[in-house]
């Protein structure tokens, strides 16, 4: 069974910078702390919502999010913050990050353009594998999503990836992160409590 402790050193050994806590409030506090007085875009990730982030980084940053704000203009926004913040669909022990996504902002951020990336990721996400890793992406993480969305997809009637071939089809993308990206900071924030999808 995978281990976050053992996760963290793997992600260490990487090149990734690691803060790991006990829950989502602890790590919500961290991020206030160092993201202060600049700017900082939001993916779409169900764990910001879950750990008020937004409302307490905008509170003394210039917090974009195109969940809370006309989206076209957000995501627009969103590609030239000085930091980024964002989630993970799987994430294995040997820390290889997996990512699926529709519009690819969250992605391209991950990849691109940003002097900080912050990725925050529950204990929920955890996986023994790549392999499993891509498979929780997949058969968890995206039809929960296709699901809160009102998708026309067949994961949300039997909460499995179907492969589908619908016009509402949510996975376009993946993006499995080896390594940290070699143009930005890239920390990692592994919280022993569930989070997101
Ligand atoms: S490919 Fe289609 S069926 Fe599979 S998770 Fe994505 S939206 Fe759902």
């Given at each position: ?67 809370r704000q006309d989206p076209a203009e957000a995501l627009k926004k969103a590609m030239s913050t000085d930091c980024y913040i964002a989630s993970a669909n799987g994430i294995s022990e040997d820390g290889t990050i997996v990512n699926i996504d529709h519009t690819g902002n969250r992605l391209a951020s991950i990849l691109y353009g940003h002097n900080k990336v912050y990725l925050v990721i529950g204990v ?74």
């Amino acid at each position: 069974m995978a281990e976050l402790t053992k996760t963290k050193e793997n992600l260490e050994n990487k090149g990734y910078k690691v803060s790991l806590f006990e829950t989502g409030a602890e790590a919500a506090a961290y991020l206030n702390e160092q993201i202060d007085g600049t700017t900082v875009a939001i993916g779409g990730m169900k764990t910001a919502e879950e750990i008020g982030l937004f409302d307490s980084l905008a509170k003394h940053n210039d917090a974009v999010w195109h969940w809370r704000q006309d989206p076209a203009e957000a995501l627009k926004k969103a590609m030239s913050t000085d930091c980024y913040i964002a989630s993970a669909n799987g994430i294995s022990e040997d820390g290889t990050i997996v990512n699926i996504d529709h519009t690819g902002n969250r992605l391209a951020s991950i990849l691109y353009g940003h002097n900080k990336v912050y990725l925050v990721i529950g204990v929920n996400k955890l996986c023994d594998t790549l392999e499993d890793a891509i498979w929780r992406a997949r058969n968890i993480a995206a039809p929960k999503r296709a699901k809160s969305m009102e998708r026309k997809t067949p994961c949300v009637y039997k909460e499995k990836c179907f492969d589908c071939k619908s016009p509402d089809r949510l996975c376009r993308g993946m993006l499995v992160l080896m390594y940290p990206m070699g143009s930005s900071e890239m920390e990692v924030i592994l919280v022993n409590e569930e989070l997101g999808m």
